[in-house]
């Protein structure tokens, strides 16, 4: 389970009001994504469900409990940039949430927990393309090949919900594609629900079960610093995605399984997608 609710949430920054009564049910292994235009507080939003800003008002619950006052490892999160160590090798980057939850101060493992440790990243690093790039520092690897690190990065802690600010934003074209496929692979195969952060609308209806757009019903230059936005459009994606069943499209548009990727009694229901 790794339901969201967010209950009449506003967010103000002294007399800026950015965000203003959003409420939102995300189910357990849904894929939304927010968009929104710039500076609408989609960021914001984010850091909120991240537990890195607390909401002015409202309430955030992560399966029914209240969200704790910071981040934690039952969310993950991926940046657009900086969301790994430069100082640190693409397996001590993966290994470094492991280190840090035995030990907070040295963040180090010791024995049989550390090869244990080293063998389920070196299984990630592949999981997502990196096999053999194991001892190169992140300026030794692709932009793309940074963006599937910080993913491996996340994912070793197993979040219930993985949190993406624009993870793929500068990325070119084609890497950017084959990026998708690998998300799509990792939300199919994991019990995580995503929330992404998109400028790109294209990557919205691409990757999630539902996009959800941000904007301020009242834009008058004048009263930027009054109303906050909110949502104003919640569009589920049709045919539904379901995590972990395949697409009634065929071939294989969206389904994990080829197999399957045709028949529509795959699809059981779920939820309000
Ligand atoms: N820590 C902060 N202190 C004060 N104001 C902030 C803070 N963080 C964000 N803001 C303001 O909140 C508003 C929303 O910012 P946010 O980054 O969430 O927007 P966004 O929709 O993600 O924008 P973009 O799409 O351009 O990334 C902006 O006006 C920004 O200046």
């Known amino acids: 389970m790794s339901e969201l609710k967010i ?4 967010k103000e920054y002294g007399d800026q009001i950015v965000l203003e009564d959003v409420s939102l049910t995300v189910d357990s292994r849904a894929f939304v994504a927010l968009v ?8 914001t939003f984010l850091r909120m469900l991240l537990g890195q800003e607390q909401p002015t008002r409202g309430t955030i619950l992560l399966d029914g409990a209240a969200l704790p006052a ?4 039952d969310r993950g999160v991926v940046f657009q940039r900086y969301s790994v160590f430069p100082h640190l090798t693409a397996l001590g980057n993966v290994l470094l949430g492991k280190e840090l939850a035995a030990s907070r101060y040295k963040a180090r493992l010791f024995g049989s927990a550390r090869r244990n440790a080293i063998e389920e990243a070196r299984g990630l690093l592949a999981e997502v393309g ?3 790039a194991e001892n190169k520092y992140p300026a030794q690897l692709s932009g793309g090949m940074q963006q599937r690190l910080a993913l491996a990065q996340a994912l ?17 074209p084609g890497i950017r594609a084959e990026i998708h496929t690998l998300m799509k692979r990792l939300w199919h195969e994991t019990q995580m629900t995503v929330v992404m952060v998109t400028h790109d609308m294209r990557e919205a209806f691409t990757l ?3 996009v959800v757009a941000f904007e301020r019903r009242r834009d008058r230059p004048e009263e930027k610093e009054r109303y906050g936005a909110t949502i104003t459009k919640d569009i589920s994606i049709w045919p539904p995605r379901i995590a972990g069943a395949a697409s009634i499209f065929g ?7 080829s197999s399957l990727g045709h028949r529509r009694d795959d699809l059981a229901p779920s939820g309000d997608i």
């Open 251 to 257: 071939p294989d548009r969206d389904g994990p399984v």
């Open 36 to 43: 929104g235009p710039s500076g609408c507080g989609k960021s």
């Open 130 to 132: 990196l096999a053999g």
């Open 7 to 10: 209950e009449k949430v506003w």
């Open 156 to 172: 070793i802690m197993r979040p219930k919900v993985l949190l993406l600010d624009e993870p793929f934003g500068a990325l070119d």
């Open 208 to 210: 999630a079960t539902r």
């Open 70 to 73: 910071e981040p934690g490892a």
